[in-house]
């Protein structure tokens, strides 16, 4: 009996000291001590040659020695885990301090910035945005707009023919024809869009670029209302200060027409470098919708009138961010371009 129990003994004493090991396998252990072929379990086998008396004994420390074993194994089983676990965390560890990599992030042209200010003013009053073709015909380009065939007005509108009727369009404006022929008064339209002339590349000129188109028709409307609405746009656009002039002027396709300047937003009306001594910058023009045009749309005239206005968007971001040349608008130099 002494036998069993220092037998019994020294399998509690051999399972701890393995599970001791730095690469013990607490797995292997479990099998080699308590499986079915384990050294424990052919101790108990070996119980059959005990007295009666002596069973109950030997039966009970052979309990907890089982007890024992399985509780260091599982104690050794966290810790290992743990230890495993530790080092896992430690190789994949993160410096949430090292700067990050930068990349670039794009922006908007200057001319998208100013078309979309103007946009926003507009919306905001109440307008809605129409588009039109950039490859326009003739007719909207030009006749609808009371400019017929020979008219001198063509001259200094002269564009890109694609036939004698189609051409690249020179303005905006046969958006106005092209919506009042579909829609009925009341109409309040803003277009911006591409346009083309036949005009050699310098710093105020280029065959391509961007006019902003304004057309409001209604009963009732008059000089006062279009007054109004450049007025508030010139002011949320160029500054709280600035004032409007009109000066007359001729389009064919409005009448009375007119040149409309801002107070310049460098000197205040002074006269400065910035206005080449004027006080006034021209910005757009402007005046009341032809009847002709309008009953060529097919709004009658003695019920209906409107006005219309049209700006270059190049103009306004020259004037607004102060550049002298609009080339610079076009030649995608990241190093203009990345100043706005
Ligand atoms: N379309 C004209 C231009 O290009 C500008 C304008 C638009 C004038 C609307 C009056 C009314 O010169």
């Given at each position: 009996m002494n036998d069993m129990k220092e037998l019994l003994q020294g399998i509690l004493a051999d399972a701890l000291d393995q599970l001791?090991?730095?690469?013990?396998?607490p797995d292997q252990i479990r099998v080699r001590f308590?499986?079915?072929?384990g050294d424990l379990t052919a101790v108990l086998r070996g119980m059959?040659?005990?007295s009666p008396e002596e069973r109950p004994a030997i039966g009970q420390l052979a309990n907890e020695v089982r007890t024992q074993i399985e509780n260091a194994i599982e104690k050794r089983q966290t810790e290992l885990n743990d230890k495993k676990l530790k080092s896992k965390l430690l190789a994949e560890r993160?410096?949430?301090t090292v700067p990050g990599e930068e990349f670039a992030v794009g922006h908007q042209h200057p001319l998208t910035l100013v078309r979309r200010e103007l946009e926003d003013i507009f919306l905001g009053l109440g307008f809605s945005i129409a588009e039109g073709p950039e490859v326009e015909y003739d007719y909207y380009n030009f006749q609808a707009l009371?400019?017929?065939?020979?008219?001198?007005?063509r001259d200094t509108q002269d564009t890109f023919y694609i036939t004698d009727k189609i051409?690249?369009?020179?303005?905006?404006?046969p958006v106005q024809a092209r919506v009042m022929e579909k829609q009925k008064p009341p109409i309040r339209i803003i277009s911006p869009g591409r346009v083309y002339r036949s005009d050699d590349v310098d710093a105020t000129h280029s065959p391509l670029f961007h006019q902003f188109e304004g057309l409001v028709v209604d009963k009732g409307i008059t000089m006062g209302d279009l007054k109004g609405v450049l007025e508030l746009f010139a002011k949320t656009m160029f500054g709280e200060e600035t004032r409007i002039r009109f000066r007359p002027h001729h389009f064919?396709?409005?009448?009375p027409s007119a040149e409309v300047d801002v107070s310049c937003f460098a000197c205040g009306g002074k006269g400065c470098r910035f206005c080449k001594g004027e006080g006034w910058i021209e910005i757009l023009g402007a005046g009341m919708v032809h009847p002709k045009v309008l009953s060529g749309c097919g709004i009658d005239p003695r019920e209906y009138s409107g006005f219309a206005f049209g700006l270059g968007i190049e103009r306004i971001a020259l004037l607004k961010y102060h550049i002298?040349?609009?080339?610079l608008l076009y030649e995608n130099d990241m190093r203009f371009l990345g100043q706005f």
């Open positions: 001791k090991a730095d690469d013990a396998q308590l499986g079915k072929k059959g040659s005990l993160v410096d949430v009371n400019i017929p065939e020979n008219h001198p007005a051409l690249l369009r020179s303005q905006t404006s064919p396709f409005t009448e002298d040349d609009m080339r």
